[in-house]
């Protein structure tokens, strides 16, 4: 006595009459099939097959204009594929499916226009009108050195090039070589553009020479420089290769602050550097552009409960930055994949202790959050 409503084009009949233990036992076939890692503790390895399990959920088949199979941050809201959402994806499904994980970064790509333009928001048949940090060529290079292919390297080596071509030329409002994200005028969501949508970076700001963002671009110059020496271009390389230690120059030289010892923004239109504390600022360690001396401050602040060593690590904003810090979105709350960013540029420094702990207790949090909720938080 009851009536199922759905779609005629992809109406079974014969799915009514099915074995619902056979087909719950299919799709659970998957998920047994996984190879966990041995002794794991009994929350560890049930919350690991519940991420898993999510992960399994958020992969759609090719869809309009999006020929790959991609992913989703979530069925909903979000439920459209997002620029460096999918590479983060494509960064842990690496370890569970290779050919998996480069079909979410060339589902990406199958949406760039002629130009390079890669837009933030990827529907699968429009798009947004502004991009988002650019982290498509650390995510080829990740995954290519767990599941390598020569060939789809080749095929991705222009079209990541292009991409990176297009933020160079599109985002230097003043010509310094330093580049800023498009900041909007919603007060709720000033730049979703660097993915940190609501943060206190952009309250009042209109062009900021971005900490995150050229440390982002610096970090995709040297991974194409790599990818252009293993393809014998060598000319390719080296202009990538300059480009990457002129980044980091201008990142070391113009956005570290004395007063402060951290990695600030620098406010183009003010002529000032930003006084927002955030976590950004850690981020010139993932391209190397961070002196010795400059990384040191910054272990030290990871370390130091009234800057970001909280509770738990690393804040959006730092802890004594009571100006702008506050429990909402980027405006303080700590983000899974900026920890993990942190922590790939702590490894880069030869600090693997900081970096372990960091990783070790973004896992803890997570396995709590699971074990009190019974789901992932973003």
């Known amino acids: 006595n009851r009536t199922l409503i759905g779609a005629a084009a992809a109406y079974d009949p014969a799915k009514i009459d099915e074995d619902l233990d056979v087909a719950l036992w299919s799709r659970r076939r998957w998920l047994q099939a996984r190879a966990l890692p041995p002794g794991l503790p009994g929350a560890t390895r049930q919350t690991l097959l519940k991420m898993l399990s999510i992960m399994k959920t958020q ?21 459209n594929m997002w620029l460096w959402d999918s590479v983060f994806h494509a960064i842990g499904w690496r ?11 060339s589902a990406v790509v199958d949406r760039q226009r002629e130009d390079g333009f890669i837009a933030h928001t990827l529907p699968p048949y ?8 650019p ?17 789809w390297i080749a095929g991705l080596y222009p079209k990541l090039c292009a991409y990176v071509e297009w933020d160079l030329a599109h985002r230097d409002s003043d010509g310094n070589g330093l580049v800023e994200w498009e900041i909007e005028g919603d007060p709720n969501c000033r730049s979703g553009e660097s993915g940190m949508d609501n943060s206190p970076r952009f309250d009042t700001a209109t062009q900021l020479d971005a900490v995150d963002f050229n440390a982002f671009l610096a970090l995709e110059c040297e991974v194409l420089a790599g990818f252009a020496a293993s393809l014998g271009l060598a000319q390719d390389a080296d202009k990538w290769s300059r480009r990457h230690q002129a980044l980091c120059g201008l ?34 360690l993932i391209c190397g552009a961070a002196s010795p001396e400059q990384a040191a401050h910054l272990a030290a602040h990871l370390r130091d409960p009234g800057m970001f060593g909280t ?3 690393v804040p959006t904003v730092a802890a004594r930055d009571t100006a702008h810090y506050a429990k909402d979105m980027w405006r303080g709350p700590t983000w899974v994949n900026l920890n993990w960013l942190i922590a790939y540029g702590l490894d880069r420094y030869g600090m693997g202790d900081l970096a372990t702990g960091l990783r070790q207790q973004t896992m803890d949090e ?7 909720y019974g789901v992932a938080f973003e």
Not at 95 to 105: K, P, T, Y
Not at 273 to 278: E, G, M, R
Not at 366 to 372: D, K, P, S
């Open 95 to 105: 370890h569970v499916d290779g050919a998996l994980a480069r079909s979410m970064l």
């Open 311 to 313: 509770a738990f690590p």
């Open 366 to 372: 997570i396995e709590r959050g699971y074990q009190a």
């Open 135 to 151: 982290v498509l060529a650390l995510g080829a290079r990740l995954v290519d050195d767990v599941a390598p292919d020569p060939a």
């Open 126 to 133: 429009s798009t947004s009108q502004i991009t988002q940090p």
């Open 251 to 284: 990142i070391r030289g113009r956005l570290w602050s004395d007063a402060h010892g951290f990695f600030v923004d620098y406010d183009v239109d003010r002529g000032v550097q930003s006084p927002v504390l955030a976590n950004a600022g850690f981020l010139p």
């Open 59 to 79: 992969v759609y088949s090719p869809a309009g204009r999006t020929r790959h199979r991609w992913t989703t941050p979530d069925r909903w809201p979000h439920r």
